[in-house]
Nanobody
Framework: VQLQASGGGLVQAGGSLRLSCAAS????????WGWFRQAPGKEREFVAA????????DYADSVKGRLTISRDNAKNTMALQMNNLRPEDTAVYYC???????????????WGQGTQVTVSS
């Protein structure tokens, strides 16, 4: 079972990036997906989560209105569209899967390796 995150990079403040997460080894259509991030010297924090159906979504207050989570169960993938990026969004972004939608890292059973997002001012 493997989750592979991609799409990170360097962007100027106000710019956009689209992160993707692809699952292999099993079907995650009945799992909730989540995005987390970890900046240097800080703990990993919740960014967004989406239920298995896509009907229920949660966002951290700091990203509401700027980041959009989505999923494609047919392709076993998830995405995070990131608009109007800020320097404080700089972090390694991780995708994860859990049996139920949650904001706590301990609730997630499967994790991707992370992709670096750097936003310059």
């Amino acid at each position: 079972v493997q989750l592979q995150a991609s799409g990170g990079g360097l962007v100027q403040a106000g710019g956009s990036l689209r992160l993707s997460c692809a699952a292999s080894g099993r079907t995650f259509s009945r799992y909730a997906w989540g995005w987390f991030r970890q900046a240097p010297g800080k703990e990993r924090e919740f960014v967004a989560a989406i239920s298995w159906s896509g009907a229920d979504i949660d966002y951290a207050d700091s990203v509401k209105g700027r980041l959009t989570i989505s999923r494609d169960n047919a392709k076993n993938t998830m995405a995070l569209q990131m608009n109007n990026l800020r320097p404080e969004d700089t972090a390694v972004y991780y995708c994860a899967a859990a049996s139920l939608r949650a904001v706590a890292t301990k609730s997630y059973d499967y994790w991707g390796q992370g992709t670096q997002v750097t936003v310059s001012s």
